[in-house]
């Protein structure tokens, strides 16, 4: 029997309406739970909310309301979205749960029987945006080294956890587990967190200032810190939400989705945590990165907030789940516009999967009375054997490595490489011909039988991610398949769906969306410059030239930008960071021949938009009107980041 799949969101604060980072979260982790409940494994899926702390306390006096009216305002919208976006999470927690609160009294009480909390003086820098305490060293021109808010000095007496005592042991954690921290820049950034000496960890805050809190069941006079509130929510809900009993049956935790922005607070304060109570770490930790809007940082002043809710309102909750998973790698930040999210409905779902379905689902009804026919043995190519084997490997192997590391848009890339394949077959055996001849009828049935399995098996890679959009094609395809019972507990065979089902048309899956383009408002037009005569020296100072930060890079992934035949988008690793490039390479490459390769790029470049894709840098590469060869290194050792000079 395998091992429980524990996966857990972080829980969001309520501060305010849920927003397209929350969405992203949570949508990564319904995928891995419904890809393990296909596979009949036991799955618990966590999410809920943050309720308690400073921020909370400060946005319900703003309207003039109890922090308990403000939570249970705003908690339907976050449940509401989840269901709009199909989330099936197993359990809905929130802090101001009585269980919950208990189950924190009862960690705290313990640790301050072991004495690993103390009651001491202190002073220092206080953000209330993150609700924590910074030192001198830490601030930076008076503002939050974080978030960059102002900081306020306090001083005030309260309860320290000695996190400083477990500085050493976690190091050897991580050391011993290289997968605890995911991914492998992320395992660096704590790594090289931990190389300061570790603090120990004001766990309060009086009640004088802030009352919005757990008590401390040794001290009314002071509530919990948020975070030692919030963090053991991962615990605290195995002990009440699932069938019980439960917590030795699913902790520790398999997966703890969060955002790179709480990294250190699970990395640091919850491990720590969990080694004082006595209790198991979690598996893995996996903090993937932001979303920016049109190359732009989020931010309601600027207005360019993305609503989850209005845009599946307008293009459907499946479209929405297979952008945001297959435009960036898992891990790093992405970039949300409204040009590339239409371009991947229209060439990847409309033309590609959409299309896929909606040929086959009508050769088989013109051609074979509407059922799907059986295959003749005679009639079997090799056309139809590398069909067989890509699907095949697709299901038994790629999406099982892909979706064990977390490579969310990998694994779509390869769903997608199968749905190519399969529009490639219907255009090379090209059936509408060989219904013409009554002599080809073996042929025929054949072809579109491996067509109708092809989308057999592209229904069940789909369904973790476009739940919608396989049932639909299920139904189409009149498999009678029930996504519930595990289909991918055994399995999956060619041939399985057996012929005779009898196939429905439907509506398009994804129908073509127009783009719209909004007009720019008219700039005024510098006046043209005088031509330069040929006395004047078109060359650069060496200060000009030392402006330009050039570093060596390595091709991590690659792709190639929709409706574009030159360009191919470059996910390349700098050392210290990953970014986004985009090279106008694509002519002379494609982009299985330059994973892997060891590049020199224009670091310091503003971002640019080619064709609405961002690009955060440049490649060099050598050829006049068009590129003839990338600038690479030979010496493979060279490491990613080291200057070009």
């Given amino acids: 029997m395998p091992e429980p799949f524990y996966i857990t969101t972080p829980i969001y604060y309520v501060n305010d309406v849920p927003h397209i980072g929350h969405a992203y979260t949570t949508i990564a982790a319904d995928v891995l739970a419904r890809w393990h409940r296909l596979r009949g494994e036991e799955v618990f899926f966590l999410t809920g909310l943050d309720e308690h702390g400073q921020k909370v306390q400060q946005a319900a006096a703003k309207t003039g309301i109890s922090p308990q009216e403000h939570c249970d305002r705003l ?9 709009k976006l199909d989330v099936s999470n197993d359990g809905f927690i929130r802090t101001t749960d009585a269980r919950h609160q208990a189950v924190v009294q009862r960690f705290l009480q313990d640790l301050h029987d072991k004495q690993l909390i103390y009651r001491a003086e202190y002073t220092g820098w ?48 991580l050391d011993a587990n290289p997968a605890f921290i995911r991914p492998e820049s992320r395992r660096n950034e704590v790594l090289g967190f931990l190389q ?24 009314a ?9 919030a963090l053991v929510n991962y615990v605290s809900a195995l002990e009440y939400l699932p069938p019980q009993p439960s917590v030795d049956r699913l902790w520790p935790a398999t997966v703890h989705l969060v955002g790179k922005d709480i990294l250190t607070t699970h990395a640091v304060y919850w491990s720590t945590m969990l080694m004082a109570l006595e209790i198991p770490l979690p598996r893995t930790i996996f903090a993937h990165g932001w979303w ?16 989850p809710y209005a845009v599946v309102d307008q293009f459907g909750a499946d479209a929405f789940r297979y952008f945001l998973l297959r435009e960036i ?40 009375q509407g059922m799907v026919p059986a295959p003749a043995p005679s009639a079997v190519t090799e056309l139809d054997t590398d069909l067989q084997t890509a699907a095949e490997a697709l299901i038994q ?51 579109l039988f491996h067509a109708a399995e092809t989308l057999r098996f592209l229904c069940l890679a789909a369904y973790p991610f476009m739940p919608q959009t396989a049932e639909e094609m299920a139904r189409q395809l009149g498999l009678g398949l029930d996504f519930s019972q595990a289909p991918l507990k055994s399995p999956i065979v060619w041939g399985g769906g057996g012929p005779g089902a009898t196939v429905v048309k439907g509506k398009a899956l994804f129908p073509r969306v127009e783009a719209v383009a909004t007009p720019s408002p008219a700039k005024p037009q510098p006046e043209a410059a005088a031509a330069p005569t040929k006395d004047e020296d078109s060359r650069i100072g060496i200060q000009d030239f030392q402006k330009v930060e050039l570093k060596v890079a390595k091709i991590l992934t690659a792709e190639r930008v ?34 892997g390769k060891t590049i020199v790029v224009v670091a310091n470049l503003k971002p640019a938009k080619l064709m609405g894709v961002e690009s955060q840098g440049m490649v060099l590469a050598a050829g006049d009107a068009e590129v003839q060869g990338l600038v690479t290194f030979e010496d493979q050792e060279l490491q990613p980041g080291t200057k070009v000079k």
């Fill in 75 to 83: 908690t339907p919208q976050f449940q509401t979205l989840w269901q």
């Fill in 397 to 447: 192997t790629t999406l099982p490595q892909h979706l064990q590391r977390m490579e969310f848009n990998r694994t779509l890339e390869a769903m997608w490489g199968l749905v190519q394949l399969g529009n490639q077959y219907i255009d090379k055996t090209a059936p509408w011909v060989l219904a013409k001849d009554p002599a080809e009828a073996p042929r025929l049935q054949t072809v």
């Fill in 221 to 229: 006079d002071y509530v919990t810190y948020v975070w030692f509130d």
């Fill in 329 to 368: 790698p898992f891990g790093q930040d992405g970039d949300f516009s409204h040009e590339s999210f239409i371009g991947r409905i229209n060439a990847d779902l409309a033309n590609g999967l959409g299309n896929l379905l909606s040929r086959t689902v009508t050769l088989i009804q013109r051609c074979c």
């Fill in 196 to 219: 300061k000496p570790l603090e120990d960890l004001s766990i309060s805050r009086p009640k004088a200032r802030l009352s919005w809190g757990i008590e401390l069941p040794f001290d």
């Fill in 292 to 307: 920016t809007v049109d190359g732009e940082k989020m931010s309601k002043s600027r207005g360019n907030v993305v609503d």
């Fill in 126 to 173: 206080y953000c209330t945006f993150d609700e924590r305490f910074w030192t001198e060293k830490d601030v930076d021109d008076g503002r939050c080294p974080d978030c960059q808010r102002p900081v306020e000095q306090l001083s005030e007496s309260n309860y320290f956890f000695r996190m400083s005592q477990f500085q050493q042991r976690l190091l050897d954690h």
């Fill in 562 to 595: 929709p409706k574009s035949n030159k360009l191919l988008k470059l996910q390349v690793d700098l050392g210290s960071e990953q970014r986004q490039i985009v090279a106008g390479i694509g002519k002379k490459y494609g982009p299985e021949d330059v994973v």
